[in-house]
């Protein structure tokens, strides 16, 4: 069974600029969550959506941060402008379905970002 | 505040040592349970999880963990840890009839040869 994909794995920007996070969910899971991850911290929820619809947003910058689920299968997360507080690991996650019924998440290897 | 507070940032034990590595939640409800671990170069991925029932529970490559209610702890255990258990270990809950997984800061554990 393939995992989560998430493109690209690496990306270096200076503040100010834009940058796009891809994300490919198992074939069937219905659920996909993004996550923060900062040096040193845990993940931090940024949003999830069931299918294509956001289920929990409420940590996610809105003024700069912007996630869309088209057709409900892949996710992509965008941040413009960057801020240099903006430097960690990207993860995204899926699960069959959400967590009042648990499913497990299984998660991708994470698009680290560098803001200088 | 819901938080989780992982005691232990670094620790670093030989091979066949115990391990304890402590986990304290912040709610007052009833909460769902779970450590992840993210082995060096690899996906973060699930050890082990508690949802109800018996409160000593057992995951994957014999680690267990048991959940105490009063202490609101959830703390991980392996009588007899190995060089390949090196990782870095989150734990994490889930509000019951909450969408929101709130994960701790992590240990990082080392296990000398």
């Known amino acids: 069974e393939a995992g989560v994909a998430q493109s690209p794995r690496y990306k270096i920007i200076e503040k100010r600029q834009s940058v796009a996070f891809w994300c490919n969910p198992i074939s069937g899971h219905a659920t996909l969550y993004w996550y923060q991850q900062i040096l040193g911290q845990g993940p931090k929820l940024l949003i999830q959506f069931q299918n294509n619809g956001v289920v929990d947003d409420s940590q996610l910058p809105k003024d700069r941060f912007s996630a869309e689920r088209l057709k409900g299968v892949d996710s992509t997360l965008k941040i413009q402008p960057a801020k240099l507080e903006d430097s960690a690991v990207y993860l995204c996650a899926s699960s069959f379905t959400s967590g009042a019924s648990y499913n497990e998440q299984f998660f991708g290897p994470g698009t680290r970002l560098t803001v200088l | 505040a819901q938080s989780v507070s992982q005691h232990n940032h670094h620790v670093i034990l030989s091979e066949a040592a115990s391990l304890e590595l402590g986990c304290n939640y912040s709610y007052g409800g009833t909460v769902n349970l779970f450590w992840y671990v993210q082995y060096p170069g690899q996906h973060l991925q699930l050890l082990l999880k508690?949802?109800?029932?018996?409160?000593l529970v057992k995951g994957i490559k014999g680690f267990e963990a048991e959940f105490i209610k009063s202490k609101f702890s959830f703390n991980l255990r392996k009588p007899s840890v190995q060089w390949s258990d090196t990782a870095e270990y989150f734990c994490?809950?889930?509000?019951?009839?909450?969408?929101?997984?709130?994960f701790g800061t992590g240990t990082r554990l080392k296990v000398l040869a």
């Open positions: 994490a809950f889930l509000p019951s009839g909450t969408y929101k997984y709130i």
């Open positions: 508690y949802f109800s029932g018996d409160p």
